[in-house]
């Protein structure tokens, strides 16, 4: 299996980090890190631009995380219609910045910019695989 | 202060919701305006520079068969996409053409059809502007990122929802006295704060609509220009940046960083500031873009955006006028047309034909323009 499970719609059907989709199954959303320099990248990057090595370690996102900013969207592309409206929003996760959705069931007038909040991996019916977010 | 390049001719087709006509014609609109304006034959050009974003298209590879409709074949001919600021990067190659000693002439020319797809379609073709691998897959779409930097902006600052809605205001009471604008209505600020929600806190009035129209911007040499044109208009300096595409990567959602790198560079190559702008254009596909734009270009401190709107500074009348032909908010924003469109007016501006929109004694302008959600961000300074 490759990179189509992520999310309700994938774009990318391989990558050489398609251990990410591994990690949801295994119930974490994981970033990698440069073994040489130490830089940390998510989204995970199997290339270090900073050193130009490949030698990267799987790491799964530990604690809680802030809301950096967010939007409730009233319109969706194609393929998404059934889901809106939903709310997107950037988290700052262990020093990394991680864009995602809220759960659906958290209303959006009861977010701010700096709410603590926990990632939750989300397993579809139909056999993909993401993650959201939810209020600490 | 550089003068090496000029701006000799300068055309835009009307921008219309459903052009009645294929891309061919449309293209051949601004173009036919802009040769009338330089007064200059095919004979003369050296090259041209189609400027699309090509996912709307349906035509593959549209720079030889607009080359080739505009009568601008044998000579070479290619396209230059970088989204939404695809016709300045295309202003950019043409300069460095010129420079080079490659091309005395050179046409650059945008364009977009939009409504050969649907509007949700094109909501889908912009969601991919993104990262498809790990944005596009959570049903983003651009009026949610440049929301997600308004929330940015009003959370750091404090600015608010009716800040945004007195650039629209401002906006639309120019775009009535456009005649090539898509939206010519007036809009109250109850009316921008009562439009219905789009992506919080972004509402309808907040963002541009999609549209179909074409620009053609004619440069040439220093040299070549002061033999062919009475009024050229040089390029006084230009800047030129990128960000993370993934927002994730990005330092700020107050602001583009790539906007403000552009700004600095240009500033530095004609060696002026913002305050020595007389009238500038930005790219204002939504309220809040303008907004960044006020501080990323130095017309306001960070922050202190909110203020140049609310006292009306950014008005003709003002101390800083922008946007005073609608911007996109009035006019449309199609896409591949779109810098060109405000290359053109700052054109019309420094040579004092702008008409009812003329700011008095205009000598030098500025056009921002920003590909995606500040993932390229090109700023051009102009001077008669
Ligand atoms: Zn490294």
Redesign the pocket.
């Given at each position: 299996m490759g990179f189509e499970r992520f999310g309700s719609k994938s774009f990318t059907s391989q990558a050489k980090v398609a251990e990410f989709v591994d990690y949801l199954d295994k119930g974490e959303l994981a970033y990698t890190k440069?073994r040489?320099?130490s830089?940390a990248y998510f989204p995970p990057r199997a290339d270090?631009a900073?050193?130009l090595?490949n030698d990267m370690e799987w790491i799964a996102f530990k604690g809680n995380g802030k809301i950096v900013t967010f939007t409730h969207t009233m319109y969706a592309p194609t393929g998404f219609e059934a889901d809106a409206p939903y709310t997107i929003v950037v988290v700052e996760l262990d020093g990394l910045k991680v864009l995602g959705r809220m759960n659906k069931e958290v209303p959006v007038d009861t977010l701010s910019v700096g709410m603590s909040v926990k990632v939750e991996i989300v397993k579809l019916p139909d056999g993909q695989v993401t993650y959201e977010f939810l209020p600490a | 202060m550089p003068k090496d390049v000029a701006v000799v001719g300068v055309g835009q087709s009307a921008f219309v919701r459903g052009y009645p006509g294929s891309i061919r014609e449309l293209a051949f609109e601004a173009f036919r305006e802009a040769m009338q304006d330089a007064a200059i034959t095919v004979k003369d050009v050296g090259a041209s520079i189609v400027c699309s974003a090509p996912e709307y298209d349906k035509q593959r590879t549209p720079s030889g068969l607009i080359a080739e409709y505009l009568g601008l074949i044998p000579q070479p001919t290619f396209i230059v996409e970088n989204v939404c600021s695809s016709s300045t990067s295309g202003i950019r190659v043409a300069y460095s053409l010129i420079k080079s000693g490659l091309h005395d002439v050179v046409v650059v020319l945008g364009f977009q059809k939009m409504s050969e797809i649907t509007s949700q379609d094109s909501q889908e073709r912009m969601g991919r502007g993104a990262d498809i691998m790990f944005e596009s897959p959570f049903g983003t779409l651009m009026p949610a990122y440049y929301a997600m930097h308004a929330r940015g902006h009003f959370s750091k600052y404090g600015s608010t929802e009716e800040d945004l809605a007195l650039i629209r205001v401002k906006a639309a009471g120019y775009g009535v006295l456009n005649e090539k604008a898509v939206y010519r209505k007036a809009v109250t600020l109850e009316q921008a704060m009562e439009a219905g929600p789009v992506c919080s806190p972004l509402k309808v009035f907040d963002c541009c609509a999609n549209a179909d129209g074409a620009s053609c911007v004619i440069l040439a040499s220093a040299d070549k220009a002061k033999e062919i044109s009475k009024e050229p208009v040089y390029i006084l300096g230009m800047g030129a940046a990128s960000a993370p595409m993934n927002v994730t990567g990005r330092s700020t959602f107050s602001g583009l960083d790539c906007a403000k790198l552009a700004g600095q560079e240009a500033y530095e190559m004609a060696g002026v500031g913002p305050q020595d702008i007389d009238v500038a254009e930005v790219h204002d596909c939504f309220t809040i873009a303008e907004m960044m734009a006020y501080e990323a270009l130095g017309f306001a401190e960070p922050g202190k955006g909110p203020e140049l709107i609310r006292n009306r500074e950014t008005y003709k009348e003002g101390k800083i006028p922008v946007n005073v032909d609608g911007g996109l908010l009035s006019k449309g924003h199609p896409i591949g047309a779109t810098g060109g469109s405000q290359v053109r007016t700052i054109v019309l501006q420094l040579r004092d034909k702008a008409g009812a929109i003329q700011v008095p004694g205009a000598e030098i302008g500025l056009v921002h323009n920003i590909g995606g959600v500040g993932i390229y961000g090109n700023v051009i300074i102009f001077g008669r």
């Open positions: 440069c040489t320099c830089q270090c900073n050193c090595g | -």
